[in-house]
């Protein structure tokens, strides 16, 4: 299993910009992807970005022009700069982590970091 310890969120006002990071821990050895999701009060939860363990990344289209998620894979942290803010964006933002071991795949979830964004 990996633990995964989310950071950085908080209270910005709309046009601000916001880094969250993510730690894992535990069995990092097998980590494969990893990605940022968020969910707001009353909707599912949705895809921010994604980064795989190679750096290749993948953006939802409401944030592949004001985000930016990267990966130190030395420190098993991964992060998510977020610029130009709007009161849509607030949800909890919760970190996803991909292992491959044994030929199958296990998912892990961090507990999130509330993003609230003011108008």
């Known amino acids: 299993q990996v633990q995964l310890v989310e950071s950085g969120g908080g209270l910005v006002q709309s046009g601000g910009s916001l880094r969250l990071s993510c730690a894992a821990s535990?069995?990092?050895?097998?980590?494969?992807?990893m990605a940022w999701y968020r969910q707001a009060p009353g909707k599912q939860r949705e895809l921010v970005a994604s980064?795989?363990?190679?750096?290749?990344?993948m953006y939802a289209d409401s944030m592949k022009d004001r985000s930016t998620i990267s990966r130190h894979n030395a420190k098993n942290t991964v992060y998510l700069q977020i610029n130009s803010l709007k009161p849509g964006d607030t949800a909890v933002y919760l970190c996803?982590?991909?292992?491959?071991?044994?030929?199958?795949?296990?998912?892990?979830w961090g507990q999130g970091t509330q993003v609230t964004v003011s108008s």
């Open positions: 980064i795989t363990s190679g750096g290749r990344t």
């Open positions: 996803y982590a991909e292992r491959v071991r044994g030929g199958y795949t296990f998912a892990d």
């Open positions: 535990g069995n990092v050895d097998s980590l494969n992807a």
